[in-house]
């Protein structure tokens, strides 16, 4: 087993083409360095990062001790109108780390972490993705974007997952792509939740989603998976929304990406 390996201190800023990546190492270190501990478990095991975020001086933090969690927690902070400029522009409501690798089609990867919503955190009826698998858009030969491959989405107090698949090599129109829910149910505030997913990617048959909540199976599906792709989806974890008064704030811990099965 091959385990996908980052290191905190070298941060980059993920453009949304990860062919095109803006150098700037160190950033989130500069922002949190002062509480990074010597001893820092799962983010000094994690080589190179990438980073969408608006970077405001709350926007993430290292926590050493929260809620009875040995390992260090990630504090993720939106709040109204934050956003972050990709390469052309564009301007989204998203605070994500990302690990910056592709797994290879067919290829077998498990993923997993740890998420904190605290007991007040706002009820809404508004998107946000805590953990999602991001196809690279084929802009070159015009497509404007797509939706992930596989999104942990947390709505009304519910969270669910879903799939997107498509033969086609280019997608013209992203809402046209075929969605496949794979669960969806009341999620507890104020503890924490470890998700699990083990992904095949591959948009033919043999593609494969299993995914876990706190060790119970909640799905396993065997089918097509994201795109026609030469390379999977990207791994991304943090917030992604629709902007919103309210201010949300969640913890991320363990967060861990493996080649193989576990």
Same mark, same amino acid.
């Given at each position: 087993?091959?385990?996908?390996?980052?290191?905190?201190?070298?941060?980059?800023?993920?453009?949304?083409?990860?062919?095109?990546?803006?150098?700037?190492?160190?950033?989130?270190?500069?922002? &949190? @360095?002062?509480?990074?501990?010597?001893?820092? @478990?799962?983010?000094?095991?994690?080589?190179?990062?990438?980073?969408?975020?608006?970077?405001?001086?709350?926007?993430?933090?290292?926590?050493?001790?929260?809620?009875?969690?040995?390992?260090?927690?990630?504090?993720?902070?939106?709040?109204?109108?934050?956003? $972050?400029?990709?390469?052309?522009?564009?301007?989204?409501?998203?605070?994500?780390?990302?690990?910056?690798?592709?797994?290879?089609?067919?290829?077998?990867?498990?993923?997993?972490?740890?998420?904190?919503?605290? !007991?007040?955190?706002?009820?809404?009826?508004?998107?946000? &993705?805590?953990?999602?698998? $991001?196809?690279?858009?084929?802009?070159?030969?015009?497509?404007?974007?797509?939706?992930? *491959?596989?999104?942990?989405?947390?709505?009304?107090?519910?969270? !669910?997952?879903?799939?997107?698949? *498509?033969?086609?090599?280019?997608?013209?129109?992203?809402?046209?792509?075929?969605?496949?829910?794979?669960?969806?149910?009341?999620?507890?505030?104020?503890? $924490?939740?470890?998700?699990?997913?083990?992904?095949? $990617?591959?948009?033919?048959?043999?593609?494969? &989603?299993?995914?876990?909540?706190?060790?119970?199976?909640?799905?396993?599906?065997?089918?097509?998976?994201?795109?026609?792709?030469?390379?999977?989806?990207?791994?991304?974890? @943090?917030?992604?929304?629709?902007? !919103?008064?309210?201010?949300?704030?969640?913890?991320?811990?363990?967060? !861990?990406?493996?080649?193989?099965?576990?």
């Amino acid at each position: 087993m091959k385990c996908t390996a980052w290191i905190f201190c070298s941060l980059l800023i993920a453009c949304s083409h990860a062919t095109h990546l803006e150098s700037r190492p160190n950033v989130l270190a500069t922002l &949190v @360095g002062s509480t990074l501990p010597s001893s820092s @478990g799962w983010l000094q095991s994690l080589p190179t990062w990438h980073i969408n975020s608006p970077l405001n001086e709350y926007s993430i933090r290292v926590i050493t001790q929260f809620q009875n969690r040995e390992s260090p927690t990630l504090r993720f902070e939106m709040r109204e109108g934050d956003t $972050w400029t990709g390469p052309q522009g564009s301007r989204t409501f998203r605070n994500e780390l990302i690990p910056g690798t592709f797994p290879n089609v067919g290829g077998m990867r498990e993923y997993s972490c740890s998420i904190f919503l605290p !007991s007040d955190f706002p009820i809404e009826d508004n998107r946000l &993705v805590l953990m999602q698998w $991001w196809p690279q858009a084929k802009t070159e030969l015009g497509e404007e974007g797509r939706s992930p *491959s596989l999104a942990l989405r947390f709505v009304n107090g519910e969270v !669910s997952a879903t799939i997107r698949h *498509s033969p086609l090599r280019v997608i013209r129109d992203p809402d046209q792509v075929a969605k496949v829910g794979l669960f969806r149910r009341h999620l507890q505030l104020g503890t $924490w939740q470890t998700f699990k997913f083990r992904a095949r $990617w591959s948009h033919r048959d043999d593609g494969l &989603v299993q995914a876990w909540l706190n060790g119970e199976l909640l799905a396993d599906y065997h089918g097509p998976v994201g795109y026609s792709d030469d390379q999977g989806p990207l791994f991304k974890f @943090g917030m992604y929304r629709n902007d !919103s008064k309210s201010t949300y704030v969640a913890y991320f811990s363990d967060c !861990s990406e493996q080649e193989g099965t576990l």
